[in-house]
């Protein structure tokens, strides 16, 4: 049974920063794709970034300049590095694992490519 867990989220002053970090058990997430994903009140689910099964690495493009993704495959870790937050970063994140290698059909940003999530961990970013 594959298990993620993130933790790293807290709240923070504009301008600050924050590494989320999302512990991938029961299978080591370096035969996979991870990605993360964030979730505002009253909004839709949002791509934020993902590294592929190639280990190439995917940015939303307005994300891309402040949060950079990277994992540790020793410690079944993936990281997203957050600077330079702004109030509109506030949401629930979440980390997620993915088979799917078709990435001209589905990019990595597609949601449903990803069949394991985890519960999320809530950022709050004051003004």
């Known amino acids: 049974q594959v298990q993620l867990a993130e933790s790293g989220g807290g709240l923070v002053q504009a301008g600050g920063s924050l590494r989320l970090s999302c512990a991938v058990s029961?299978?080591?997430?370096?035969?996979?794709?991870m990605g993360w994903f964030r979730q505002a009140p009253g909004k839709e689910r949002e791509f934020v970034a993902a590294?592929?099964?190639?280990?190439?690495?995917v940015y939303a493009d307005s994300l891309k300049d402040r949060f950079t993704i990277s994992g540790d495959s020793a410690k079944n870790t993936v990281y997203l590095q957050m600077n330079s937050l702004k109030p509109e970063d506030t949401a629930v994140y979440y980390c997620a694992r993915s088979t799917y290698s078709n990435y001209a059909v589905r990019p990595p940003s597609t949601p449903s490519i990803y069949d394991y999530w985890g519960q999320g961990t809530q950022v709050t970013v004051s003004s």
């Open positions: 590294i592929t099964r190639t280990g190439s690495t």
């Open positions: 029961g299978r080591t997430f370096s035969n996979f794709g």
